[in-house]
């Protein structure tokens, strides 16, 4: 079990550039949860996602960020019209199905720079 | 709102003590705690969570105390260890779904 992989590790895009960060939940989970990290600060929410469906966005800024988890593949968060303030490490979790959904694993992130 | 805060930003020990890292949460529905490592460059990993229906859960060197009088969460690192040197993040499950709410976390620094 490979674990919640992310890639790329390091990403670097110019001012106004799309980021595409992607996210493979650990085998058997179902669930997929983004979260942006700021230098020096705690993980901030920002989607919250099952296969085809987004749960809960409330953390996700209305403009410029979506996230998908399709039917095949891995989760997608992307970032359009990148600015540098979008610069932060971005982590995704993953947890099994169910109603308990306890266990949350999370991934060892992306590391975006705008430039 | 849900908000997980911790009261010390950074802690020092020296090698083979204790450690305890706390966190305040104000959630009183939250259901379910975990605290993370997390090591420079790295992503959270696990350390050890609880429920809210517990008030101790014991691991490997670690243990948990959940206080929902006073809405406290303890961290306790039995004989800390210089690889134990890392940021610590409270996270709580509350009402809003299943996803965690983080606190902003505690460097540990392990001196030897």
């Known amino acids: 079990n490979a674990g919640v992989m992310q890639n790329p590790r390091h990403l670097v895009r110019r001012r106004g550039q799309e980021a595409r960060l992607r996210c493979s939940p650990m085998k058997g989970h179902s669930h997929v949860y983004w979260y942006r990290q700021l230098p020096e600060e705690g993980l901030k929410f920002m989607v919250y996602l099952q296969k085809e469906n987004i749960i809960d966005e409330s953390g996700m800024p209305k403009e410029r960020f979506s996230a998908e988890f399709p039917k095949e593949g891995p989760s997608i968060l992307r970032i359009q019209q990148v600015v540098r303030g979008d610069s932060a490490a971005y982590f995704c979790?993953?947890?099994?199905?169910?109603?308990?959904?306890?266990?949350?694993?999370f991934g060892s992130g992306t590391r975006l720079t705008v430039v | 709102g849900e908000s997980v805060g911790l009261h010390l930003p950074t802690l020092s020990v020296q090698e083979g003590d204790n450690s305890i890292i706390n966190c305040a949460y104000s959630n009183s529905a939250s259901d379910y705690f975990i605290w993370y490592k997390q090591e420079s460059g790295k992503g959270p990993q696990f350390i050890i969570d609880i429920r809210s229906n517990m008030d101790k859960r014991q691991g490997q060197r670690v243990t948990v105390l959940l206080n929902k009088t006073v809405k406290h969460l303890s961290l306790q690192i039995a004989a800390t260890q210089p690889g134990d040197s890392a940021v610590y993040f409270c996270a709580e499950r509350g009402t809003s779904g299943s996803r965690l709410t983080f606190g902003e976390g505690t460097q540990l620094t392990v001196n030897p």
């Open positions: 979790a993953s947890s099994p199905p169910g109603t308990a959904n306890y266990g949350y694993t």
